[in-house]
């Protein structure tokens, strides 16, 4: 058994096709145009007036809710009108935590004191929104996402109110840690947590959880008859939304120093499902692109000169206002004319970074590659056979008698 | 021989409508054994009741001696019963060696912590998935497909990428709901040939509903005949073939007292 075994082996092995991989230059310049990419952020975020900073960490902060948001709109395929509860939960939380318990001042903060604000944040809206998770396993759809509205509207309601946790309507102070207190150094600090979400969701999406995930939201039977545990998906999928909402959360109070609860309302949550789906719902890149664009978007507004006039002087409306009417704008016109959002259309782009040639379409050039094959203890190794020693020869009294029955079958089509 | 699936006294009601009564079936080791009836028979809904999407009001359900009444459905596919769905149960979105990888989850030996880190088992482990994936595939004779989605592939070759990724869940029973369907008469034959070769070579034991009756003549060892959510007759094929009733409940004979055509089976 054991010989035969082995030979199985090597014959299951057969010659690995080449797959398309860059040159050298190909890699040089695709390290080049990245580096382009990352620099030419780093440096803006380090050479940008303060408030441009300020704006700039908000949009890192955006990024990241919008890759929570992602988890439950783009990957599990439900709609959460909640988010500004779980947002708006972790940042009192971190607040509270660093303020009231740790002893900050408006004057100093310790790093570790931010750093254990932000985990206990990122467990605070992990925790809020497995409730969230637990109930989406009964309700999904149009009815999850009222349930989802109503959380929203209840965290508001009464979360945000209490006066010990929120600090009435005065807000709960967060000052930033030492040595990252200004807008310039604040903004570093959040792509760092941005870079760790991002790869976080790059990883799982990557391994059997996101596979699963995303069989899960396509049919739920058929996942479970791939032996999927179901149930333990959808909340694990909630629960890391929730992870990285609380985190969001804890920067975005340390962002603002002092936490009050109109920061978080439902425009928000409206917001930021327009931003995913712009970005381009489970479109990693585009996620990110499109918060950073919709957080940064009041500033790039004011580049415009006249406009600003235009828009204090005679609308009377602060440029924030026109985040949410452009930003219905474009999703109406991502809806109906590019599904894929931004980050189908920088889909060439990554795609060449990633690696592959450079082409507009998805498949242009896998359609013609061979996939590798290589041995394995596999399937048939596990009965000892390989598949050129499985003959139909033994089967033929079976196979005649089938043979048998379909000519029968014919004939009687043709009667 | 034991058996592998035993149904015993099962039986499901849906408000007033009695979906499966009394059904007691056995399917023994390394045997074909096909489940016939008219529409609405409740084929599809005792398959749902062995994978556990219903749970039954009376009876039990055993695999191997134990009773599985009420684990959950991927508890079921880990212990090694595997399922095709009558319409396609495969993951759009997700191409066919994608499919095939997915569907090996109960037996991927890394955690949500390993596929976080990024160990060295995790893309040993990956590899492993996709290697398995493609034996399957080459099994099947699939491999030019694997790379390539499931919009716009035929009816019959999605049927057979079910099997494939059924067989990627590396099930000891496999309960195919019509694999036929959406095949003309060769490719049914080539079925058969497939199912009879997967058998021998997999050790499989399997159960399946088919209307396809040289198929089920081909093929079978036993066969089940269900009607009205009873079980009508049972034999050998060509034995149930002449069975009056069974005649009968086909071509809507006088043994038919209401030609009601209820469709019990939930498409999953």
């Known amino acids: 058994m054991t010989a035969t075994a082995t030979e199985v082996l090597e014959t299951v092995r057969a010659e690995p096709t080449e797959r398309w991989s860059p040159s050298v230059q190909g890699w040089v310049a695709r390290l080049l145009v990245l580096g382009l990419i990352f620099g030419s952020v780093l440096w803006a975020t380090a050479n940008v007036p303060s408030y441009w900073a300020d704006r700039i960490s908000l949009a890192a902060i955006y990024a990241i809710i919008g890759l929570s948001l992602n988890i439950v709109l783009g990957y599990v395929g439900q709609v959460s009108l909640g988010h500004h509860g779980f947002v708006g939960i972790a940042a009192f939380v971190a607040a509270y935590y660093a303020t009231q318990k740790a002893g900050c001042t408006v004057d100093t903060c310790s790093f570790n004191t931010f750093m254990t604000a932000t985990v206990i944040a990122a467990l605070s809206g992990a925790v809020a929104a497995m409730l969230l998770g637990l109930i989406a396993l009964r309700i999904r759809g149009l009815y999850l996402a009222l349930i989802t509205l109503a959380y929203g509207f209840v965290a508001e309601r009464s979360i945000f109110e209490i006066p010990f946790l929120t600090n009435g309507g005065a807000g709960m102070p967060a000052t930033r840690p030492d040595g990252w207190a200004t807008d310039r150094e604040f903004a570093f600090l959040c792509f760092f947590f941005l870079a760790g979400v991002i790869f976080v969701d790059w990883r799982l999406l990557k391994s059997k959880v996101g596979r699963a995930i995303l069989s899960i939201k396509h049919s739920e039977a058929v996942a479970a008859t791939y032996g999927i545990n179901v149930t333990a998906y959808k909340v694990l999928a909630f629960v890391l939304s929730g992870l990285f909402a609380g985190i969001a959360g804890s920067l975005f109070a340390f962002h603002e120093t002092n936490v009050v609860s109109n920061?978080?309302?439902?425009?928000?949550?409206?917001?930021w499902v327009l931003m995913v789906v712009v970005g381009g719902l489970g479109n990693r890149i585009g996620v990110v692109i499109g918060s950073a664009f919709f957080a940064l978007f009041p500033f790039l507004l004011l580049l415009i000169g006249p406009l600003e006039h235009f828009l204090r002087d005679t609308l009377h409306?602060?440029?924030?206002?026109?985040?949410?009417?452009i930003g219905s704008g474009l999703a109406i016109l991502t809806l109906i004319q590019y599904p894929g959002g931004i980050g189908e259309q920088v889909a060439p782009i990554t795609r060449w970074l990633g690696g592959k040639p450079f082409s507009m379409h998805p498949e242009g050039h896998e359609k013609h590659k061979a996939p590798k094959k290589q041995r394995s203890g596999g399937l048939l190794a596990k009965v000892g056979l390989h598949k050129s020693q499985v003959s139909t020869e033994n089967n033929t009294e079976e196979l005649a008698a089938l043979g048998r029955a379909v000519e029968g079958s014919k004939e009687d089509d043709s009667e | 021989m034991s058996?592998?699936?035993?149904?015993?006294n099962t039986g499901i009601r849906f408000g007033g409508l009695v979906a499966l009564n009394d059904v007691n079936i056995e399917v023994p080791e390394w045997e074909i054994v096909g489940l016939i009836g008219p529409n609405g028979a409740g084929k599809t809904t005792l398959f749902n009741c062995i994978m556990g999407a219903y749970t039954p009001n009376s009876g039990t359900i055993s695999y191997r001696g134990t009773d599985i009444s009420l684990l959950p459905t991927h508890r079921r596919v880990a212990k090694g019963i595997g399922r095709t769905f009558q319409n396609i149960g495969l993951v759009r979105g997700l191409t066919v060696l994608e499919n095939c990888m997915v569907a090996q989850h109960p037996r991927i030996g890394y955690g949500a912590a390993g596929a976080l880190i990024g160990m060295p088992r995790t893309f040993a482990e990956e590899r492993r998935l996709r290697n398995y994936a493609m034996e399957v595939l080459d099994f099947l004779d699939l491999t030019h497909l694997a790379n390539s989605h499931l919009d716009g592939l035929p009816y019959?070759?999605?049927?057979?990428?079910?099997?494939?990724?059924?067989?990627?869940?590396?099930?000891?029973?496999?309960?195919?709901?019509?694999?036929?369907?959406g095949m003309g008469p060769d490719e049914a034959h080539a079925l058969g040939e497939?199912?009879?070769?997967?058998?021998?070579?997999?050790?499989l034991t399997v159960l399946m509903i088919e209307h396809h009756v040289p198929l089920v003549v081909g093929v079978c060892d036993y066969v089940y005949v269900l009607n009205f959510g009873q079980v009508m007759t049972s034999g050998r094929p060509a034995e149930v073939q002449r069975h009056p009733e069974v005649i009968a409940a086909y071509l809507g004979g006088e043994v038919d007292e209401s030609s009601s055509e209820e469709d019990a089976d939930v498409p999953a």
């Not at chain 2, 497939?194 to 050790?203: A, E, F, M």
């Open chain 1, 263 to 271: 920061n978080f309302n439902f425009a928000n949550a409206l917001l």
């Open chain 1, 317 to 325: 409306r602060e440029p924030d206002y026109f985040t949410i009417v």
């Open chain 2, 3 to 8: 058996s592998v699936l035993s149904i015993k």
């Open chain 2, 156 to 181: 019959g070759t999605l049927k057979l990428i079910e099997i494939g990724t059924v067989l990627a869940t590396d099930p000891d029973l496999l309960l195919l709901d019509e694999p036929s369907s």
């Open chain 2, 194 to 203: 497939r199912l009879l070769k997967l058998r021998k070579t997999l050790n």
